[in-house]
């Protein structure tokens, strides 16, 4: 398996932590999300 290469727009650890707290919660009832979040 190959390693990921990241793109000039991912976002770091640092970044992420400061916008996930304002993401809404997932659905807990219906379909699981397609896609990671991150």
């Known amino acids: ?3 990921r290469r ?3 727009s991912d976002l770091t650890d640092t ?3 400061l916008i996930e707290p304002l993401l ?3 659905n807990t009832d219906g379909r699981r999300e397609k896609h990671p979040r991150r």
Do not use: D, K
Request: proline share 25%.
């Open 1 to 3: 398996m190959s390693v």
């Open 6 to 8: 990241g793109y000039p």
């Open 15 to 17: 970044q992420w932590a």
């Open 24 to 26: 809404p919660e997932p």
